[in-house]
T-cell receptor, first 113, second 115 residues
Framework: GDSVTQMEGPVTLSEEAFLTINCTYT??????LFWYVQYPGEGLQLLLK?????DKGSNKGFEATYRKETTSFHLEKGSVQVSDSAVYFC????????????FGKGTKLTVNP | DTGVSQNPRHKITKRGQNVTFRCDPI?????LYWYRQTLGQGPEFLTY????????KSRLLSDRFSAERPKGSFSTLEIQRTEQGDSAMYLC?????????????FGDGTRLSIL
């Protein structure tokens, strides 16, 4: 079945460091790909998305590119801030059907000043 | 846009009791989803409505679970004869069902604790 694998955390970085959180997926056809973020004490929020191969999603300085050939959707940010501390979830919706989200286990990021 | 609203925020109950949660989606959204999230895991899909029709149910949704969306607006999720393993965060999300890749908007969830 469809699945998402993301790098295990926790990840701890200093402010202004470069961030990469790896995400790979297994799915038939062309799923849509998402990154959701959960800040402490808050609900899940959509961070960015890409719906077809080679699309780049971006928001708040974060980027991820839909790579069909490597079935990957890695999240990157050039310079993290303390306010980026959160849990990040990679997810997909299978092509067609209900478009239910299939999530990875999440990666907790802590950014220290 | 008032967002997705879930009530209650927290429910504590004894094993064997029945519980019901409510979700009010974003008003123009025709699709509504329920997920369950346990500690350290990503959310897992439970069930999905398009308008008032329940179109898909996960194998995770045992016979003790039932969900409704009677008028295609709010939805309820009921768990009968609760068990310890039902302790989790129950999340509701809604979206506009217009083509592939429409983002789902999540509520803050209902945390269920079984004593």
């Amino acid at each position: 079945g469809d699945s998402v694998t993301q790098m295990e955390g926790p990840v701890t970085l200093s402010e202004e460091a470069f961030l990469t959180i790896n995400c790979t997926y297994t799915a038939t056809g062309y799923p849509s790909l998402f990154w959701y973020v959960q800040y402490p004490g808050e609900g899940l929020q959509l961070l960015l998305k890409a719906t077809k191969a080679d699309d780049k999603g971006s928001n708040k300085g974060f980027e991820a590119t839909y790579r069909k050939e490597t079935t990957s959707f890695h999240l990157e940010k050039g310079s993290v801030q303390v306010s980026d501390s959160a849990v990040y979830f990679c997810a997909l919706t299978p092509q067609g059907g209900s478009e239910k989200l299939v999530f990875g286990k999440g990666t907790k990021l802590t950014v220290n000043p | 846009d008032t967002g997705v609203s879930q009530n209650p925020r927290h429910k504590i109950t004894k094993r064997g009791q029945n519980v019901t949660f409510r979700c009010d989606p974003i008003s123009e959204h025709n699709r509504l989803y329920w997920y369950r999230q346990t500690l350290g895991q990503g959310p897992e899909f439970l069930t999905y409505f398009q308008n008032e029709a329940q179109l898909e149910k996960s194998r995770l949704l045992s016979d003790r679970f039932s969900a409704e969306r009677p008028k295609g607006s709010f939805s309820t999720l009921e768990i009968q004869r609760t068990e310890q393993g039902d302790s989790a965060m129950y999340l509701c999300a809604s979206s506009l069902g217009q083509g592939n890749g429409q983002p789902q908007h999540f509520g803050d969830g209902t945390r269920l604790s079984i004593l």
